[in-house]
């Protein structure tokens, strides 16, 4: 097992490597016959490793941060676009550098070509790489453990990966500690653990750990909250802290500094687009562009966050209060689009200026559904701890239509182990989540408003 797990990491190295060093090359040739004569007349050799070495180190960064390396863990598409995505930002970047260190606007035409041939590249690279990962290591065979919860909606996300995952068998944890331990040894390359009580989850991970074999383990609220916790060594046994604040003083600070000032920049860059969607949705029916509703942000803090309206002006005359699902008819043209391309939230600008919401944080929710939340996950209150925010990480990892369960857990782990950095990272990674439809999908029409711990 481990001599395969070496060949799986040996060969997404060497195809990832691969990919940077085309990419590279092609970069450097563009460098060398076209942008540096642009440049200056004279540029020391030096000069020209900084320059190609600054793009190497971009898209490393970029292909790294959003998942273009990650073959085999992600789907062939994702893979593509992800590449392609940070290829897109590396390049663009680039020309802007080329344009500083000429003092003009350089004529695009050349990084375009660039693009082009970077995107067939990774066409071909993605469609090879990914097809010799699934001919040389068929889907992991799994056992999949469950609890009292119905195996349904974990086994729909395995089998979406069937390149990936293969569940063989389902085994109840009333069929025995003992039975199930058996059963392991027999086939199995891993192990799913699903909803188990916490004593006989604790003794099957350590029996697979014991026993060397992979295991899968869906996290419940304690797991999160202390995979967050602090390390401590104060006496001669590892010590966990739980904070009974989110965030320090410092990074309270540097929070609100930052939101100021990209709220500042970004209001500027986008007010045209502000002022031409403001115009779109006046002219199709004539009713208000923005819409307001009272959502809940830090300590349970009531606002009013704005949006531009993307459904009927009667949306919800019946008054009650529902989540968008698939194929709302409440939705008008225009608001399919803003909603589709993300510009109805760009109001919300205005509410991180005032400092009434953050860039990155759980995103607020009503208070008639807080409350049917709290219902069932009395944990729901934890996730305002901190400020609400513009994106955060149930959005990044998560959908539109992810559960609300999982949400929670997604909101707590960004609470646990926030960091300035993690803050700036979920910022790049939402530029990516932008332009993914299933981000925005509605939730479906049968879907509950929680699950059961």
């Known amino acids: 097992m ?7 990491r040996i060969l997404i190295l060497f195809a990832s490597a691969l990919s940077l ?17 642009m440049v200056a007349q004279i540029f020391w050799i030096k000069g020209d490793i900084l320059m190609i070495s600054i793009y190497a180190v971009l898209l490393f960064f970029f292909s790294r941060m959003y998942g273009g390396m990650k073959i085999g863990y992600l789907k062939a598409w994702e893979v593509f676009f992800s590449q392609v995505f940070s290829t897109l930002c590396v390049n663009i970047f680039s020309y802007g550098i080329i344009c500083l260190m000429s003092a003009k606007l350089v004529v695009p035409v050349y990084m375009l070509a660039l693009m082009g041939v970077d995107i067939v590249w990774i066409g071909l690279w993605t469609a090879i790489s990914q097809g010799l990962y699934s001919f040389l290591f068929p889907p992991r065979d799994m056992l999949l453990v469950s609890g009292g919860r119905s195996t349904e909606g974990i086994e729909s996300k395995f089998a979406s990966r069937p390149d990936k995952y293969k569940i063989c068998r389902i085994m109840n944890i009333d069929e ?8 392991v040894l027999n086939r199995y390359d891993a192990v799913v653990l699903w909803d188990l009580p916490m004593t006989e989850r604790n003794k099957i991970l350590k029996f697979c750990y014991g026993k060397s074999i992979r295991v899968y383990l869906m996290p419940k609220i304690p797991d999160v909250l202390i ?3 602090t390390e401590m060594h104060i006496f001669d046994t590892p010590i966990y802290l ?8 410092e990074e309270s600070i540097v929070k609100r500094i930052v939101d100021i000032i990209c709220s500042l920049l970004l209001i500027v860059i986008t007010s045209p687009i502000m002022l031409i969607t403001a115009i779109f949705i006046k002219c199709y029916d004539w009713g208000p562009v923005l819409y307001k509703q009272v959502r809940c942000t830090q300590d349970s803090k009531e606002f009013k966050i704005l949006k531009f309206r993307s459904m009927k002006v009667d949306a919800e005359k019946d008054g009650k209060a529902r989540l968008a699902s698939k194929n709302d008819d409440r939705i008008t043209p225009i608001g399919k689009f803003i909603r589709a391309c993300r510009i109805d939230e760009l109001p919300q600008l205005f ?7 953050s860039f990155i944080g759980p995103r607020p929710e009503r208070p008639e559904i807080i409350a049917q939340y709290i219902e069932d996950m009395p944990e ?3 996730r305002m701890k901190v400020k609400a925010g513009l994106a955060g990480y149930a959005q990044v990892y998560g959908k539109y239509n992810t559960t609300p369960y999982d949400k929670l857990k997604l909101d707590l782990a960004y609470i646990e182990n926030y960091s300035i950095w993690l803050d700036f990272k979920l910022m790049l990674l939402t530029l990516k989540i932008v332009l993914k439809p299933e981000s925005t999908e509605g939730v479906e029409s049968n879907q509950t408003t ?4």
């Open 2 to 8: 481990k001599k395969l797990e070496t060949s799986r």
């Open 21 to 37: 060093a085309c990419q590279i090359t092609a970069y450097g040739f563009l460098w060398f016959h076209y942008y540096k004569d």
């Open 176 to 183: 025995g500690v003992e039975a199930i331990c058996a059963e």
């Open 227 to 229: 995979k967050g916790m």
């Open 242 to 249: 739980t904070r009974e604040y989110a965030l320090t003083v």
């Open 351 to 357: 509410n991180i200026l005032k400092g009434e919401m």
């Open 380 to 382: 729901f209150i934890f």
């Open 450 to 453: 929680a699950l059961k711990k």
